[in-house]
């Protein structure tokens, strides 16, 4: 099967493109997996998928596939290149459009100066809803916020680990750490991902705060790995150390990517806001075996 892709990258999260709005392409898991593949593939981080507006009062159906191939629910980076794309395609001549994720309605707005702001929604820390099996474990109390020790669980960490949990439609495990370049981040970051206590796996973060307006961020992205920029990662890490009491409500983020900006009230009932650069690197097409495992 031979079809055409637009590669992105958002402060360098990359991703393989592709337009569903004229008809499904009927890929598989294995078929995302090799477009996302760096040596035999494309290479991307994600494989974003725009599809037609599934309801009245939405633009456009928003799909993500990890690079392992399985689907998820959110990506924040990924959504900024979105509205990029649809725009620049003449998909849409709106500034700001309403688009349907797995996990919920995004609202991503194209800015004056070209970046791209993105309504995240609301961040969500009750263990349950994350999901987080917090049965037995006693929180450590900051602020308005909680840390979650993170125990060894007898094939993953060695030491306990405290996290807070927050959910931006994804889960994510956020550790405060001195300095994100020395942090264990390739060889923690996958026991975290997996770890029991998650069902169904984590990102997981390594915050360092510089100031309360600067944080340093590394993520290990679930079905992906390290990744140069995490935009739910940057939402989570910040609101995480808003309610923590450790930031102020606008937080510049920087990336090994690139700089996002994250602001959030700390009020519950109110959403975070992303901004960020989203840019076009190249188009193509690209033949993709009808028979993969």
């Not at 337009?19 to 890929?27: A, K, N, P, S, Y």
């Not at 898991?29 to 009245?56: C, K, M, N």
């Not at 191939?69 to 998909?91: I, P």
């Not at 889960?171 to 942090?183: N, W």
């Amino acid at each position: 099967m031979q079809i055409r892709f637009t590669k992105m990258q958002g402060a360098g999260n990359d991703f393989v493109v592709l337009d569903e709005t004229q008809g499904r392409l009927g890929l598989s898991a294995a078929q995302y997996r090799f477009l996302a593949d760096r040596h035999f593939g494309v290479g991307a981080d994600q494989i974003l998928t725009v599809r037609p507006s599934p309801g009245e009062g939405i633009d456009f159906e928003y799909v993500i596939h990890n690079a392992d191939g399985g689907e998820v629910e959110q990506c924040g980076n990924g959504a900024r290149c979105f509205a990029r794309f649809v725009h620049d395609k003449g998909l849409t001549g709106k500034d700001q459009i309403r688009v349907q994720t797995q996990s919920g309605v995004i609202a991503p707005r194209l800015t004056a100066d070209g970046r791209v702001t993105v309504d995240m929604g609301r961040p969500e820390f009750d263990p349950a809803k994350v999901p987080f099996d917090a049965s037995g474990l006693e929180p450590v109390a900051q602020g308005l916020g909680q840390k979650w020790p993170l125990p060894p669980d007898g094939k993953a960490l060695s030491a306990i680990v405290l996290v807070a949990v927050v959910s931006m439609g994804n889960p994510h495990a956020v550790q405060l750490v001195d300095d994100v370049d020395t942090a264990p981040v390739l060889e923690t970051g996958p026991l975290i991902e997996s770890h029991a206590r998650f069902p169904q796996r984590v990102n997981a973060g390594y915050l360092q705060i510089v100031d309360r307006r600067h944080v340093r961020l590394r993520v290990f992205e679930r079905g992906v790995g390290e990744t140069l920029a995490c935009g739910t990662g940057a939402c989570a890490a910040v609101s995480a150390g808003i309610r923590l009491g450790l930031l102020d409500p606008e937080v510049h983020v920087d990336t090994r990517g690139g700089r996002l900006t994250i602001a959030w009230s700390g009020q519950e009932a109110d959403s975070v806001f992303m901004t960020g650069p989203a840019t076009t690197v190249f188009e193509g097409q690209i033949d993709i075996p009808d028979t993969l495992v």
